[in-house]
């Protein structure tokens, strides 16, 4: 089975940075592009940053210069790097893995909580 689990979410300040990790298993890490996405309360989900099995990478406007998501192949975990957190990046913030646009798994989120 196709696993994600996530980790390193949390409460900090605004102005604070926060470090998130999403460990899959079940699968090859190599081959899947990996994405961060998030929700807040009473909004739609939103991407936040995605990179694909190649290394490419887009990200949110709103998270552009703050955010960086990167990967390590052998331990097939994702990370999202986030600095400069705002009140506004609340939200639970869920890993995902796709597999050429035909199948995606999903973790369960970690709540991030940014306190003004």
């Known amino acids: 089975q196709v696993q994600l689990v996530e980790s390193g979410g949390g409460l900090v300040q605004a102005g604070g940075s926060l470090r998130l990790s999403c460990l899959t298993s079940?699968?090859?890490?190599?081959?899947?592009?990996m994405a961060w996405f998030r929700q807040a309360p009473g909004k739609e989900r939103e991407l936040v940053a995605r990179?694909?099995?190649?290394?490419?990478?887009n990200y949110a406007d709103s998270v552009k210069g703050r955010f960086t998501i990167s990967r390590d192949n052998a331990k097939k975990t994702v990370y999202l790097q986030m600095n400069s957190l705002k009140p506004e990046d609340t939200a639970v913030y869920y890993c995902?893995?796709?597999?050429?646009?035909?199948?995606?798994?999903w973790g369960q989120g970690t709540q991030v909580t940014v306190s003004s």
């Open positions: 995902n893995a796709d597999l050429r646009r035909s199948m995606t798994w």
């Open positions: 079940g699968i090859i890490f190599s081959i899947l592009d």
């Open positions: 990179i694909t099995s190649g290394g490419s990478t």
